[in-house]
């Protein structure tokens, strides 16, 4: 299934375009480090060019969840303030990480204590970047 698949409220307002193509953007830009960084390693008198470049950026050890670390697993882009609440926010760069599907759940559209220890500090951090206050919800 795809992004579009899912409805993406903002204010009441489905965006789903316009976060598929957010998203889009934000996972090309991290294919490219993720490559990038893969190249970085390249030895032509190791590896054969054509097998090298022939591998998905996903499976480069590259990525990995914001909130737990963890590697090699499914990951999807997350709102460190989550949109329902801060809205303003659900198209700003600095308000996406890389998240499991575990943090992600656990995280769902909690804010300040109740999101817990692990996922707490990226939400203050945040925060007093943009100078919102952090609700309790």
């Not at 599907?101 to 995280?107: A, G, P, S, T």
């Amino acid at each position: 299934m795809s992004r579009l698949d899912y409805p993406f409220y903002v204010n009441g307002i489905d965006e789903r375009v316009k976060w598929h193509k957010f998203a889009k953007s934000i996972w090309s830009d991290l294919y490219s480090c993720a490559m990038w960084n893969h190249w970085s390693y390249y030895d032509k008198r190791v590896h054969i060019f054509e097998e090298y470049g022939d591998v998905n950026p996903k499976s480069l050890g590259f990525f990995s969840c914001a909130y737990c670390g963890a590697t090699g697993v499914d990951l999807d882009l997350e709102h460190i303030l989550p949109r329902k609440h801060y809205p303003e926010l659900a198209f700003d760069v600095d308000n996406i990480v890389t998240a499991c599907k575990c943090c992600n759940k656990e995280k769902s559209n909690k804010v300040g204590e109740s999101v817990g220890k692990k996922i707490l500090p990226f939400q203050k951090k945040l925060a007093k970047k943009k100078e919102k206050e952090l609700l309790e919800v």
